[in-house]
């Protein structure tokens, strides 16, 4: 009866050991996806808030080119990186767009926002969804959301006319180390 | 009824195996550092539970050069993901899952 027990009792450890490993390979797997997603947005988010803070007229073009070639690049990391199904590359445009979507509606119809809110506004959009996907995805994103979050609105009240700038360095930068973070992870 | 693997049956084999087939078969492997973080095993130790593996025919070790530095990738074969789904099966069989 004691062997049985012991005999049990292995085998519910050796099977708990076998859940742990699976569980951080998988976390593995999701921050080492999304740690490139991150690095690559991280870049094209710190280029346009330099071109913005040097061609603020051209402000908009810019953005708009910089979705395009994320969008384009973040399907082509994917497909790069297995075999990408129709369906999740809809899925892929979908979110962005819905939260493009989102953001437009506040930004451009309902809330009659100055350069500097928008500025700020943009990030906490994505930053909030970072959030609330690290819940289910792991806690880095939720650090990473916050933070951010956190530094856009001190940069909102005390970064003066450098709020561009800073926001290259703040989200750009913040986005590239968490990246490079999430990948050793 | 199933039986236990014995290859499989020790604590670092286990966790190299459970590790190896949680990803994909069409993924690629897992470099020998992250595998020592997920065993917790020394280079010693990790480096002779590969080789009892790779003898067995449950994984395959490739050594090639990245950025001039060597690097070993492991991955499950279709033979080690067999032997371990009977394995798991008999570890749930003895708890009575």
Same mark, same amino acid.
């Given at each position: 009866m004691i062997l049985v027990s012991i005999e049990k009792a292995e085998a519910a450890a050796a099977l708990d050991d076998i859940e742990t490993i699976v569980a951080r390979v998988k976390q593995s797997r999701i921050y080492r996806n999304a740690g490139t997603m991150l690095i690559l947005w991280g870049a094209l988010?710190?280029? #346009?808030?330099?071109?913005?803070?040097?061609?603020? +007229?051209?402000?908009?073009?810019?953005?708009? #080119?910089?979705?395009?070639? #994320?969008?384009?690049?973040?399907?082509?990391?994917?497909?790069?990186?297995?075999?990408?199904? #129709?369906?999740?590359?809809?899925?892929?445009?979908?979110?962005?767009?819905?939260?493009?979507? $989102?953001?437009?509606?506040?930004?451009?119809?309902?809330?009659? =926002?100055? %350069?500097?809110?928008? +500025?700020?506004? %943009?990030?906490? @959009? $994505? =930053? &909030?969804?970072?959030?609330?996907?690290?819940?289910? &995805?792991?806690?880095? $994103?939720? @650090?990473?959301?916050? +933070?951010?979050?956190a530094l856009t609105i001190a940069g909102y009240f005390w970064s003066g006319p450098a709020l561009t700038l800073y926001m290259a360095l703040v989200e750009g930068g913040g986005m590239m180390l968490c990246g490079f973070v999430m990948r050793r992870a | 009824m199933d039986v236990p693997n014995e290859v499989i049956h020790q604590s670092v084999r286990l966790r190299i195996m459970a590790a190896l087939t949680a990803l994909a078969p069409n993924e690629p492997g897992l470099d020998f550092g992250r595998l020592k973080k997920l065993t917790g095993a020394t280079d010693g130790n990790l480096g002779a539970h590969i080789a009892a593996l790779e003898k067995a025919g449950f994984i395959d070790v490739e050594k090639h050069f990245v950025d001039r530095r060597p690097r070993t990738t492991v991955t499950a074969t279709s033979e080690g993901r067999k032997a371990f789904a009977k394995h798991v099966a008999f570890l749930k069989s003895v708890i009575g899952d």
């Open positions: 988010c710190a280029l #346009g808030y330099v071109l913005t803070y040097l061609r603020p +007229a051209s402000a908009n073009l810019f953005w708009a #080119g910089i979705v395009i070639v #994320g969008t384009i690049a973040s399907l082509a990391v994917s497909v790069d990186r297995g075999p990408v199904t #129709g369906r999740y590359k809809w899925r892929i445009l979908a979110m962005l767009a819905l939260i493009i979507g $989102f953001g437009l509606i506040w930004s451009r119809l309902l809330g009659q =926002m100055g %350069w500097r809110e928008t +500025a700020a506004f %943009w990030p906490t @959009v $994505f =930053m &909030f969804c970072y959030t609330v996907a690290g819940l289910w &995805f792991g806690r880095l $994103f939720v @650090v990473l959301g916050i +933070a951010i979050t | -």
